[in-house]
């Protein structure tokens, strides 16, 4: 029988919470008026591998200052920024 891990127990919660708090930020967002759908679901999916790999470094240590996943944390960050500018003009 396995011991009981307090972390895994604590990384579980903690992603059902994140998941929960994202799906409904995302319906929250899509009833707000002038908002486009494609738009606002083509920025909740790209942050998804964000914080993932936030998520990543907080409960298991993965390095994330790696240059491949800073250049790829820059591009998300770029293309949600692009995404959420050409919403608002």
């Known amino acids: 029988m396995r011991e009981f891990n307090l972390l895994a127990v604590m990384a579980l919660i903690g992603s059902g919470l994140v998941g929960f708090g994202g799906v409904y930020t995302f319906y929250r967002v899509i009833q707000m008026p002038g908002v ?13 591998p964000l914080v993932t ?17 800073i250049i790829g944390i820059i591009l998300l960050m770029g293309g949600i920024y692009l995404l959420s500018y050409q919403s608002q003009h």
């Not at 486009?36 to 998804?48: D, F, T």
């Not at 790999?53 to 996943?69: D, N, T, V």
């Open 36 to 48: 486009q759908v494609a738009k606002s679901y083509a920025i909740s999916l790209a942050i998804c």
């Open 53 to 69: 790999a936030i998520l990543a470094y907080i409960f298991y240590g993965e390095q994330i200052l790696k240059p491949i996943k």
